[in-house]
């Protein structure tokens, strides 16, 4: 699950995960994303921006932190937020990992690695 | 005394954010002029908190198209105004929210906002701008900061 | 446009008389791409202009640059990954068996380029439980050039270089803003010591417990590939342990190393060396990683080249999905990503490590 409210960043994340062999569903702010994870969806990995309108990224790992049934998802933040202390935020709010913009489709392959999501 | 980006660092950024997204080239971006063509767009985030000010992603009308038919592998000419305002919002964030980073936080950082022509925040001045060239068109990167908080 | 064959052959020469490295016919693409910023920087139009100056007037300067970006690695944080889950899994615990009377681990990192790895082993050794604060890791970063040396030992590096490979958690603990770039902390930046060196050349080095020797090798023929394996095992101590890159081997080179392979990740020990008391992770355990973890299959299974990598290396490079399923959402956090729980964390006391010799 893509969710960004920039419908390029949406794109470009889209065809890199497309193109590592995921099914891609999109949302463009954390409140559509979770009526989509209520609605059935159940994404192995969310990537997720922080600065959203309606619900930001925070609130959404927050949100999916909560549920028992939602526990599976790995969450990782995708946004251009990038001082420590923000990083250290999300990390203990329950994101799995972070990674900066701008990047490189590599960097998100690398990172999913990490996860364990991606085969090396 | 808090440390305020130089030109310098607005431009590194804008580089890496060219460099990822838009050109794969670190040397597409040149210094420019800061007169952007007739008609210009500009995408701007403004900063609240321990820095109240905006960062500004000011450039031409074709830099913006350029810009949002890369963004999303399209031509220029088949860009529609939906495709600039979603582009340079997004580069505006990315910019600033790197730039953010580098101020005295914390501070919080404004959904992005795109318009037409320039744009001036009331009692906000320029303290670091810097001027390029891309693809021949101007792009002009600009921090801002409250008279009040910059006195 | 391409250069031509003589400049190419030029350059080749050149680079393998300065640093015993081979490029193979066919990169030419490779001499184009890495001298081109050479070009530009010296107001030479092309790649081939400058060559051809060189050619027609030596410069000693201009060489060295030359050789220099020729002989640079690609790298970054944790690069290829199993490496450092062996290091964290099997030779740290084996070293601080076999050292506790010391408490003295000696790393080297041959060809460190511009200091991803000797700085991931830093940092592995710093979040790693069994060494405490009373160990001293010391890691000896050599490379052949002095420019990428100098890079290395500033510790700084792009946001873009530290997206790659480096787990969130251990940027905001072992690095700190600086401007636009991230740099190592001075507690991960004091394990390391950087030297110039030309791995051609005698070593003049103190006895290595580790020896990192990544993708180094594919680049020597194969004479001074063994010579280079040989003077290793002298300064590698007997029970001491060698890493190559992923595509390289001591099989058929030098018989003095035997190899142990667990999973996908492969190091080398000195043949006769005794045997490891530490056991060795099953295959299947491999919490492996540097971030030890969070692992669960993905919902998709990847398609095309990953999908037959998975195929082939899931078994050994990820446990089940309910081995790693978290009992709560609280324990969860902490259990899927250990260093959570102590975030952020200060910086670590007891007494500075020293730096070799």
């Known amino acids: ?38 609605s059935g969806a159940m994404p192995e990995i969310a990537l997720v921006d922080w600065n959203m309108p309606v619900m930001d990224g925070l609130a959404f790992v927050n949100a999916v932190r909560k549920e028992e049934k939602w526990r599976q998802i790995t969450l990782m933040m995708v946004t251009t937020e990038s001082e420590q202390s923000q990083i250290v935020r999300a990390l203990a709010a329950g994101a799995h990992e972070y990674v900066i913009k701008p990047f490189t489709p590599d960097a998100i392959a690398d990172k999913l690695a990490l996860l364990g999501v991606l085969a090396y | 005394m808090t440390y305020i980006p130089s030109a310098d660092d607005l431009e590194v950024i804008t580089r890496e954010v060219w460099t990822s997204f838009l050109d794969g080239d670190p040397d597409g971006l040149l210094p420019g002029e800061t007169t952007p063509g007739a008609e210009e767009v500009t995408g701007c985030v403004h900063l609240s908190g321990a820095y109240v000010g905006s960062i500004m ?53 404004s959904l992005p906002s795109v318009v037409h022509g320039q744009l001036a925040v009331p009692g906000a001045q320029v303290v670091r701008e810097v001027a390029l060239s891309w693809r021949g068109e101007t792009l002009v990167v600009s921090l801002w900061q409250q008279a009040a908080q910059a006195a | 446009m391409t250069i031509n064959l003589s400049a190419f052959t030029f350059v080749s020469d050149l680079v393998k008389q300065d640093s015993a490295i081979i490029i193979g016919p066919g990169k030419e693409y490779l001499v184009e791409s890495r001298l081109l910023p050479i070009a530009r920087a010296e107001g030479y139009g092309d790649v081939g202009a400058l060559i051809a100056k060189l050619q027609m007037t030596p410069d000693v300067r201009l060489r060295q640059r030359i050789v220099e970006a020729m002989t640079t690695n690609e790298t970054s944080f944790f690069r290829d990954r199993d490496p450092f889950t062996l290091l964290n899994q099997v030779v740290f615990p084996e070293l601080c068996r076999r050292r506790s009377a010391t408490h003295r681990v000696t790393i080297w990192s041959a060809a460190c380029s511009s200091g991803q790895e000797p700085y991931s082993i830093a940092m592995s050794a710093l979040d790693h439980p069994l060494i405490t604060s009373e160990w001293q890791v010391q890691i000896l970063a050599t490379d052949i050039s002095e420019e990428i040396l100098q890079r290395a030992e ?50 003049d080095l103190p006895f290595m417990d580790v020896v990192f020797l990544r993708n180094v090798l594919i680049y020597f023929d194969s004479v001074t590939k063994a010579d280079v394996l040989q003077r290793i095992r002298r300064v590698l101590r007997p029970d001491g342990f060698l890493f190559l890159g992923g595509s390289e081997t001591t099989i058929g080179l030098d018989d003095g190393f035997e190899r142990i392979a667990v999973g996908n990740a492969t190091v080398y020990r000195p043949r006769g060396a005794d045997p490891l008391e530490t056991p060795l992770p099953a295959v299947g355990t491999a919490g492996l990683g540097v971030a030890a973890g969070r692992v669960s299959f993905p919902a998709t299974q990847p398609v095309g080249a990953a999908a037959a990598t998975t195929a082939a290396s899931v078994p050994s490079a990820r446990p089940a999905p309910a081995a790693s399923a978290p009992a709560s959402p609280a324990a969860g956090a902490t259990g899927s990503w250990p260093w959570l729980s102590q975030l952020p964390i200060p910086p670590r006391s007891g007494p500075p490590r020293q730096p070799l010799n």
């Open chain 3, 154 to 203: 500033n510790g700084r590096y792009s946001q873009l270089e530290v997206n790659r490979g480096l787990p969130a958690a251990m940027l905001v603990r072992h690095f700190e803003r600086a401007e636009t770039d991230w740099r190592v902390v001075p507690a991960v930046r004091s394990m390391v010591k950087f030297k110039r060196m030309n791995l051609g050349d005698p070593f």
């Open chain 1, 1 to 38: 699950m893509v969710i960004d409210d920039s419908s390029a960043m949406r794109l470009i994340l889209g065809r890199i995960m497309r193109g590592l062999g995921f099914d891609v569903v999109e949302a463009p702010n954390g409140a559509e994303a979770i009526a989509r994870l209520q």
């Open chain 2, 57 to 109: 992603l000011r450039c031409s009308a074709p830099a913006a198209r350029y810009a949002a038919a890369a963004l999303f592998s399209m031509q220029p000419t088949d860009v529609t105004q939906n495709e600039v305002v979603d582009a340079l919002g997004e580069l505006a964030n990315m910019v600033g929210g790197n730039v953010k980073s580098m101020l005295p936080g914390p501070s919080a950082l």
